[in-house]
């Protein structure tokens, strides 16, 4: 069949496809219809467990991408949360404060977050049924999704990377030396993204969540926790726009290996970092 010609079927097939398509997006002006959400990722996690710890991505850039996610800071001088458009600094002695617009990340990954479902949670939940349930609500696990936690938390671990200096050891290695904190019964937002087994070494495969308390003063890497109520929000992504650095460390970095997923595991701990 002609492409150039269109029979009147394909006409209005096309149309209602297009109406649905619009009907069912967010809408609003200016806004990506569903489906076709982005997530913006600066360098890769494969080049942060390399050792690759500067990059020249400043943090006003990074919010130019998204109000919502993830990373970390050159020389791994803290965890990162981006929350409600503002980025935050979550440093090894457990403070988090507001990161300067000229801040640089090695890497980071920033959506324009948006709800697709909620999840409520009335009851004790742990780690492990709360990335369940949402892993059962999914469309896909093909896709990615942002997810956003507010809640009560009976216990929350997390760890925070500590600052290192030239030679930069390999992610494994840095994160040995942890700081790890333990908070109790404190509310706060889980901040994080569930990643397809695919994008494992672009990202982390499986869920990857940062954790910043209410009064936006501590947090860190979610090791663990117990969420006694709160709200699960979930939203989907299908672009991913990867930006590579075209300077420094990254260009010489070893990016592949068969033992890459055990590496992302010890480094990154704790969460579930495969598809099942
Ligand atoms: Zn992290």
């Not at 496809?17 to 913006?40: C, F, P, Q, V, W």
């Not at 993830?70 to 090894?92: K, P, S």
């Not at 988090?96 to 948006?114: L, N």
């Amino acid at each position: 069949m002609s492409a150039a010609r269109l029979t009147a079927h394909d006409q209005f097939r096309h149309w209602a496809k297009n109406m649905i398509a619009h009907h069912y997006g967010s809408g609003g002006a200016g806004e990506a219809t569903h489906g076709s959400r982005e997530l913006y990722q600066s360098s890769t996690m494969g080049a942060l467990l390399d050792g690759v710890y500067e990059g020249d991505v400043t943090i006003a850039e990074i919010l130019r991408h998204g109000d919502f996610g993830l990373g970390t800071f050159n020389h791994l001088d803290g965890e990162m949360v981006i929350l409600d458009g503002v980025c935050y600094r979550l440093r090894a002695d457990g403070t988090a404060t507001r990161a300067a617009p000229t801040d640089r990340t090695p890497f980071a990954a920033v959506t324009r977050f948006h709800t697709d479902f909620d999840i409520d949670i009335q009851t004790p939940t742990d780690q492990a049924e709360v990335l369940s349930a949402i892993d059962h609500q999914i469309k896909s696990a093909n896709l990615i999704y942002g997810i956003r936690v507010t809640g009560r938390f009976s216990e929350l671990r997390t760890r925070t990377v500590m600052e290192q200096q030239r030679p930069y050891p390999p992610l494994t290695e840095a994160t040995e030396g942890q700081a790890e904190q333990r908070f109790a019964d404190v509310t706060g937002v889980l901040v994080g993204f569930r990643t397809p087994q695919f994008q494992q070494g672009i990202s982390v495969a499986g869920y990857h969540l940062h954790f910043l308390n209410s009064e936006r003063t501590g947090g860190g890497h979610v090791l663990d926790f117990t969420l006694e109520e709160g709200l699960v929000a979930v939203g989907g992504a299908s672009q991913l726009h990867l930006s590579l650095p075209t300077s420094g460390g990254f260009l010489d970095a070893q990016l592949s290996g068969d033992d890459l997923s055990e590496r992302i595991s010890k480094a990154e701990g704790g969460q579930r970092n495969d598809d099942g």
